[in-house]
């Protein structure tokens, strides 16, 4: 295959990438990267020095393609598919791309502080950063429940780049910000996301079991014969035997 993405099946914005491959049966060669291995590692560097993933690897055109917005831009001009993500009306794909934006500053991010501060030790924690990020979370809601007022995706009628942005953050961050009760066309939404093929058949299973302990902080992903885990005080991407704690189960797994 021409395609290969570099990722991590546990990283969020990696889903971002897979959902558009998956959305237009791209052919792709996944290749899951472990950070702490040194090889590994190295070998991302390599690919794009900033040593952050996804990475898009398009032998046929030898191309390197950083960053899951320009990815999925690259993949509608050079591989498009019966979705396109970018709209041709200019004013509606600069629309496209702010709300895409959106997810990424304004949900993604503060999604990902939270996460990431349950896995310092405790002289470490920043809870006033923490608190920050809550309030931007809860703002973003108010403004998706809004958005989503109409139904549908997050520009109308047509599936874009913005819900393959939508997804991602959502899931995560209505474990560590609940959606609440007064969010219902947010959480409507978000329903119909997990429901998208693209998104519902994905080879990864994805679990959780996650309490508000830090200690007791853990998220498991399944991929093939592999199992990743990311607890309070682990490094992100060991592999492990299959865990034996009792998780809670979110999407199906064809692999």
Not at 40 to 51: F, H, M, Q, S
Not at 116 to 123: F, Y
Not at 197 to 221: H, Q, T, Y
Request: charged share 25%.
């Amino acid at each position: 295959m021409s395609l290969t993405l570099h990722f991590h099946p546990l990283a969020s914005f990696c889903w971002k990438a897979l959902i558009a491959l998956y959305e237009n049966g791209t052919p792709f060669t996944p290749n899951s990267v472990d950070l702490g291995n040194p090889a590994e590692r190295a070998a991302l560097l390599k690919l794009w020095p900033i040593g952050k993933f996804p990475v898009l690897r398009d032998a046929a055109r030898n191309r390197t393609v950083p960053e899951t917005s320009i990815i999925i831009e690259y993949l509608d001009r050079y591989y498009p598919g019966r979705t396109k993500f970018i709209p041709d009306d200019p004013e509606l794909a600069l629309q496209t791309r702010l709300r895409d934006r959106f997810y990424d500053l304004y949900v993604h991010l503060p999604m990902q502080k939270i996460m990431g501060d349950r896995l310092r030790s405790g002289d470490n924690k920043d809870p006033h950063g923490v608190e920050e990020a809550r309030a931007q979370l809860r703002t973003s809601y108010g403004m998706i429940e809004q958005q989503m007022a109409g139904a549908g995706w997050a520009m109308g009628d047509d599936f874009s780049l913005a819900d393959c942005a939508a997804l991602p953050p959502l899931f995560y961050g209505n474990m560590v910000q609940p959606f609440g009760s007064d969010n219902k066309n947010l959480t409507a939404y978000f329903e119909r996301l997990k429901a998208r093929p693209s998104i519902s058949r994905r080879p990864s299973r994805i679990s959780r079991w996650c309490r508000n302990e830090p200690k007791n902080f853990r998220l498991v992903c399944r991929l093939g014969g592999n199992s990743f885990v990311l607890t309070s005080g682990s490094r992100f991407g060991r592999r492990l035997s299959e865990p034996r704690t009792r998780m809670w189960e979110s999407g199906r797994s064809t692999a």
